[in-house]
């Protein structure tokens, strides 16, 4: 077994988790040439690297499926990448609690372009479109790659001008690599693995559980040099995404819009509260060139 097989399984093996899998990192990260192995390691050695208390349910749950996901990675197919590989992104080593692994469809080298996150509202208004139109066909032509969850509405509108004007969309998803949410995106999200890349961390089988979606804004944010919110109401997840960038040293972008519009709180807000106001392509071609 090579390291990425045994990181898979643990990425696979239920219980561990991002803070788990943090410490695994961790302790790899300290070894001078962690692809030598050996692996796998013996279940205690991974007990005393997670802090597994012996006796435990931690303990037990995680040491009772400690040789299933072993004989799992060695029989998965399919793509993933994991934090040890040379394609792994810099920029997302650099977030919090980093994907152990990502499971992933398409062409990896666009991860090595600069990306831009274009995140907004589901119910998207005719006013953000315009703006998108407006916006991002100088932002395709300059190189720049555009990230977004692949939900409905500003998401959607982003990756299909994408496609349009010949761009590289990549879309990070909360399920596995074979599932689509929603159901009626299945196309969309198949054209995204042809013309661009599409990533998850969960594997393939998985579904669209309610906590999937707030690790996946982790990655969107993380993979992004910046991240534009087009249209967005107060306390919208799209303002999630655009917290996480700010933390993790990220330029937001926002449309302005009509103090009057509910789509428009959200990004004026944002303006408020420092946030790069986009009036132009140029604004978001100079915040994302200057990050890379």
């Known amino acids: 077994m090579n390291l990425n097989q045994f990181l898979l399984a643990l990425h696979l093996t239920p219980g561990l988790g991002q803070a788990k899998e943090a410490k695994v990192i961790g302790a790899l990260s300290q070894q001078g040439h962690p692809e030598q192995g050996p692996y796998p390691w013996p279940f205690l050695t991974l007990a005393l690297v997670l802090g597994l208390e012996p006796g435990s349910q931690p303990y037990r749950q995680i040491q009772a499926s400690y040789e299933w996901s072993l004989d799992k990675a060695l029989a998965y197919q399919g793509d993933w990448l994991t934090y040890f590989d040379n394609n792994y992104p810099k920029q997302l080593k650099e977030v919090y609690q980093p994907p152990l692994v990502l499971f992933y469809q398409g062409d990896l080298r666009a991860l090595t372009l600069p990306l831009l996150a274009v995140v907004g509202a589901r119910a998207a208004g005719p006013y953000g479109l315009a703006a998108l139109r407006q916006l991002l066909p ?7 790659g555009v990230v977004s969850g692949l939900v409905k509405g500003i998401d959607v509108m982003a990756h ?5 004007y010949g761009g590289v969309p990549v879309a990070v998803i909360g399920t596995g690599l074979d ?13 995204v693995g042809l013309q661009g890349l599409l990533v998850s961390e ?10 999937h979606f707030p690790d996946r804004n982790r990655i969107i944010a993380g993979l992004s040099s910046a991240t534009l919110v087009v249209e967005a109401k107060h306390h919208s997840g799209s303002l999630i995404i655009a917290n996480l960038a700010l933390q993790e040293n990220r330029q937001v972008l926002a449309v302005p819009g009509p103090i009057n519009a509910p789509l428009s709180v959200g990004p004026n807000e944002l303006i408020q509260a420092g946030a790069l106001p986009v009036l132009t392509s140029s ?7 200057c990050l890379t």
């Open 138 to 144: 100088a932002v395709l032509k300059a190189g720049i």
């Open 283 to 289: 604004d978001i071609i100079r915040a994302v060139s």
């Open 160 to 164: 299909q001008m994408t496609f349009h």
């Open 179 to 191: 599932r689509a949410y929603p159901a009626n995106h299945r196309v969309l999200q198949d054209q």
């Open 202 to 211: 969960y594997p393939v089988g998985s579904l669209p559980l309610k906590n």
